[in-house]
Each structure stands twice: as C-alpha cells, then as structure tokens.
C-alpha cells in the first residue's frame, strides 16, 4: 500500500512539472528543482580560445579515485544550447559517482559540419588529460548527447578521423551513450539543419551510420518510442543493427512515456519515473571495462 502511494506521489509529482514546463523555461524549471548537496563543480574550463569552447566539470561530493567519466554534450539542432542549461544533467551523474564533463561547442551560424565536431574532439581531449585532476579517470571515459548531441558523441565515437586530430582514438573510449540522436538523416527535412550540414549537398561522411566498424566502442542507445523529431526506427534502431552485425557490442532501448525532449528530462528528479534512463545510463557505466 505504502509503496503504491509513494508510485503515485511521484506520477504526480512528474504531472505537475511536466505542466509547468509548458508555461515557462523546460530546462530553467529542471534545474530550479535540482539539489546541489551532491556535487562540487568547476565552471567556464577553457579547453580552446573560442568563447563557446568551455565546459563544467561536475565532481560527486565524495568522490572515489579513478571515478568513471561522462562528457556529455547536449542539443538544439546544432542551432542553439548552452551547458548552463544542463545542470540537471551533471547533478544526475555525479550523484551515481560519476564525474561529469559538460562541454559547450560552436554552432551554426558561426560555424558548420564539421567544426562543431572538431569542437567536441577538443573538450574530449581537454577532459583525457586533465580529468585526473578532478578525481575522474581518463581510462574509464564515455561520450553521452542528446539528439544532435547524441549525433556528436557517436561521430567522435565512430570516425577514427575526428580524435586521432587531437592524439586520440575511439580506443581510448570505454564506451558511448546515445539519446534520441539523429544517425541517417540523409535527405534533410528539418529547414534549421539544412545549411549546416551543407544541404542539398549534404556530404554522405556526415552520417554516422557509415562509419560503423568492428572497432568501435561500446554502445548505449535509447530513445522514445513515438519520437516525432528523430525517427526511432530508423536512426536508433538502424545503427543498433548496424553496430550488431559489425560485432560492436550495443544495447538500444526505447521508453513508451517519453518523447524526444522529456527523454534527457528523465534525468532530473522530478521526472525520472517516466523512464529508467539513469538507470541504465549508470549500469553501463559500471559493466563497462575500462580502456
């Protein structure tokens, strides 16, 4: 009876937040409500001279030596984002024991595909030689994004081309973590993402579907079921079978109660009912061995 109530509360609970989110700011009213007695955190690292190439380092309030690492990188159709945005995010993570690293990255209009990748490359080679520092350990370092940041963690994670520019390798990555992310969206749709991928000669190396191979690291991939922005068929579903018949070790999920924004919004206390995706985020995590 006791634990039905406590169910309810919570929908509830997730009810009334979801009801908000509707009349201001979604990610303002995420990070309204999240504690910060579970973090130390470290803000506007410079990992290059660009104003937007900074990042937040999340650091658990107890943390462990060699804690695993996250470096997550959010989306906005590459148009828009900020980390500051995102705090929901790094206090989800270093709340599991996990060091969290939220990077900003140019965008569009100032830059196009692919410099926001090099950008990525950058706060990830940042973060590989300096997260000792931090308590993180640079053998356990994962990717993580959502939509066109789920894109960008698994182009660094798929073309080998990207991290070997900054002395690194897909190898050096104990694993990627891919929400609702766009991975064969060729021919275009979306009319924000066109010029930045260079539409309607959008280059078919831009898709990281085509990069899948045997080396690559493993994979963690959930999305909604009734994704209306990124097809889940197709682009989640797509790669996993890929990356399976590629030999790359992969698990996809899709989640009934969420769409293609609340899906990274379960990551936050209010609304982690909706879906057990810091569940699984934090198992992989930890099942992951270390490079």
Same mark, same amino acid.
């Given at each position: 009876?006791? !634990?039905?109530?406590?169910?309810?509360?919570?929908?509830?609970?997730?009810?009334?937040?979801? *009801?908000?989110?509707?009349?201001?700011?979604?990610?303002?009213?995420?990070?309204?409500?999240?504690?910060?007695?579970?973090?130390?955190?470290?803000?506007?690292?410079?990992?290059?001279?660009?104003?937007?190439?900074?990042? $937040?380092? /999340? &650091?658990?309030?107890?943390?462990?030596?060699?804690?695993?690492?996250?470096?997550?990188?959010? #989306?906005?159709?590459?148009?828009?984002?900020?980390?500051?945005?995102?705090?929901? &995010? #790094?206090?989800?993570?270093?709340? !599991?024991?996990?060091?969290?690293?939220?990077?900003?990255?140019?965008?569009?209009?100032?830059?196009?595909?692919?410099?926001?990748?090099?950008?990525?490359?950058?706060?990830?080679?940042?973060?590989?030689?300096?997260?000792?520092?931090?308590?993180?350990?640079?053998?356990?370092?994962?990717?993580?994004?959502? =939509?066109?940041?789920? /894109?960008?963690?698994?182009?660094?994670? *798929?073309?080998?081309?990207?991290?070997?520019?900054?002395?690194?390798? @897909?190898?050096?990555? =104990? #694993?990627?973590? #891919?929400?609702?992310?766009? /991975? $064969?969206?060729? @021919?275009?749709?979306?009319?924000? &993402?066109?010029?930045?991928?260079?539409?309607?000669? =959008?280059?078919?190396? =831009?898709?990281?579907?085509?990069?899948?191979?045997?080396?690559?690291?493993?994979?963690?991939?959930?999305?909604?079921?009734?994704?209306?922005?990124?097809?889940?068929?197709?682009?989640?579903?797509?790669?996993?079978?890929?990356?399976?018949?590629?030999?790359?070790? &992969?698990? $996809?999920? /899709?989640?009934? !109660?969420?769409?293609?924004?609340?899906?990274?919004?379960?990551?936050? !206390?209010?609304?982690?009912?909706?879906?057990?995706?810091?569940?699984?985020?934090?198992?992989?995590?930890?099942?992951?061995?270390?490079?």
């Amino acid at each position: 009876m006791a !634990r039905n109530v406590r169910r309810l509360f919570k929908w509830a609970i997730g009810g009334v937040v979801l *009801l908000a989110m509707t009349a201001c700011s979604p990610l303002k009213m995420l990070n309204a409500l999240t504690p910060d007695g579970t973090f130390d955190k470290t803000e506007g690292i410079a990992y290059g001279s660009d104003p937007r190439q900074k990042l $937040d380092v /999340y &650091v658990p309030r107890h943390p462990m030596q060699n804690s695993p690492v996250v470096v997550f990188f959010y #989306g906005g159709s590459w148009n828009s984002g900020s980390r500051e945005d995102y705090n929901f &995010v #790094g206090e989800a993570l270093a709340s !599991r024991g996990i060091v969290a690293v939220l990077a900003d990255y140019r965008l569009y209009p100032q830059v196009r595909y692919p410099l926001f990748l090099e950008d990525g490359a950058n706060a990830v080679a940042w973060t590989h030689e300096h997260i000792r520092e931090f308590s993180g350990n640079p053998q356990r370092l994962y990717l993580m994004g959502h =939509s066109s940041g789920a /894109y960008n963690v698994a182009m660094l994670a *798929l073309d080998p081309g990207l991290l070997k520019a900054v002395g690194l390798s @897909p190898r050096n990555l =104990s #694993g990627w973590i #891919g929400l609702a992310g766009p /991975y $064969d969206f060729l @021919p275009i749709k979306n009319p924000d &993402v066109r010029p930045v991928f260079f539409w309607p000669d =959008s280059p078919p190396q =831009s898709q990281p579907i085509n990069h899948v191979s045997r080396g690559a690291p493993p994979a963690l991939l959930m999305a909604a079921s009734d994704d209306d922005v990124v097809n889940p068929t197709r682009n989640t579903g797509g790669l996993a079978l890929k990356l399976r018949e590629a030999g790359v070790p &992969v698990q $996809d999920f /899709y989640f009934s !109660r969420t769409n293609h924004a609340t899906l990274v919004a379960t990551l936050s !206390r209010p609304l982690r009912s909706l879906a057990p995706v810091l569940d699984e985020v934090t198992s992989f995590v930890n099942a992951t061995p270390s490079q």
